[in-house]
């Protein structure tokens, strides 16, 4: 009997204002959010976030990670690798976030949701502006990991709750909404194909 693999959905930014809005929209969408994996930078281990994951009652999972803008691999990114490695775990989106960090490789992704809340085929800065210029690169402190481990569903964004405002709680967050969404539809989308029911929110 093929065992039930958790499904989680990373999150490139664990400071206090996205934590705010990936538990909003975690709620909202009928997910559950790793609270105690928030944090400048990532305070929790892979191993620990496993353990967490495991504990949450039903799917999706959403999960933070932050590198703090530390140079290399940091625990953000290190702690991503444990989890999309692990045997009980499906990861099957990633949210890659835009940030001003200098000296970063960069997630290429083929699309993103601007600041308008269109799903765009470019990536966007750290204010959800679309640019070309960007060679479909999301540029952030904690993204540089997700094409090296191959995660799927990968869609960029800007700065999550900020992006002027457009993004706030007060707003309904809902460039964040709408990354999730695309996420969840393409993951549907994936199950339906290989012959399993999609599942349920």
């Known amino acids: 009997m093929e065992r039930q693999r958790r499904k989680v959905i990373l999150v490139t930014d664990g400071d206090h ?7 909003t929209v975690a709620k909202e969408l009928g997910g559950r959010c790793i609270s105690l994996s928030a944090g400048n930078p990532t305070p ?22 932050d590198d703090n803008g530390d140079f290399g691999r940091g625990r953000g990114e290190r702690a991503i690798e444990y989890v999309v490695k692990h045997p009980d775990i499906e990861v099957i989106g990633a949210i890659a ?12 992704v083929a699309f993103s949701v601007d600041n308008h809340g269109q799903i765009v085929e470019e990536a966007v800065d750290k204010y ?9 690169r999301i540029y952030g402190d904690t993204v540089d990991i997700l ?17 002027d405002g457009k993004d706030s709680l007060q707003n309904g967050c809902p460039i964040t909404r709408i990354a ?8 549907e989308a994936h199950d339906a194909s290989n012959g399993k029911a999609p599942s349920s929110l």
Not at 128 to 136: F, P, Q, S, V
């Open 97 to 108: 976030v835009a940030s001003n960090t200098r000296f970063v490789q960069g997630a290429k």
């Open 128 to 136: 959800g502006y679309a640019d070309e210029g960007l060679k479909h």
């Open 44 to 65: 929790l281990r892979g191993s620990q976030m496993v353990e967490l994951i495991k504990m949450a009652p039903h799917d999706p999972v959403f999960v933070m990670f």
């Open 180 to 187: 999730v969404q695309w996420i969840l539809k393409r993951s």
């Open 17 to 23: 204002v996205a934590q705010k809005v990936v538990e």
């Open 147 to 163: 094409n090296a481990l191959q995660v799927k569903n990968v869609i960029g964004i800007g700065d999550i709750g900020k992006m």
